[in-house]
């Protein structure tokens, strides 16, 4: 059983940066689409970034596009999440997800494999 696990959630003031990092055991990263989402109270998961296997395409989600960076590191089975000049609207609980194949979706349903979530709360 794939099993993933965030870290680096925390609370910042307006305009800091934030590296959360997302770990995988009963299963790797590789040959997978690996991806970030996020969850504000009251409102739908949105996608925030992803990466396919091999680091060949990534995206971003337009709310964060230009301040986000998605990374990975098979051979220690991490993902990484920067994001700079962070807002008070990107205050969420965000999840990495490990998707059925290499390839990313913007949409729910390929990604099979989620985290807890760990929370981001930014401050004005």
């Known amino acids: 059983q794939v099993h993933l696990t965030e870290s680096g959630g925390r609370s910042v003031q307006a305009g800091e940066s934030l590296l959360l990092s997302c770990t995988s055991s009963g299963g790797t990263f590789n040959d997978y689409a690996v991806g970030w989402f996020r969850q504000a109270p009251g409102k739908d998961r949105e996608f925030v970034a992803a990466l396919s296997s091999a680091s060949r395409s990534s995206a971003a989600g337009d709310s964060v596009r230009g301040r986000v960076t998605i990374s990975r590191d098979d051979a220690q089975n991490r993902v990484y999440l920067g994001l700079v000049n962070l807002k008070p609207e990107d205050t969420a609980v965000y999840y990495c997800?490990?998707?059925?194949?290499?390839?990313?979706?913007?949409?729910?349903?390929?990604?099979?494999?989620w985290g807890q979530g760990t929370q981001v709360t930014v401050s004005s």
């Open positions: 997800a490990r998707s059925r194949d290499s390839t990313w979706s913007v949409t729910i349903s390929p990604w099979i494999y």
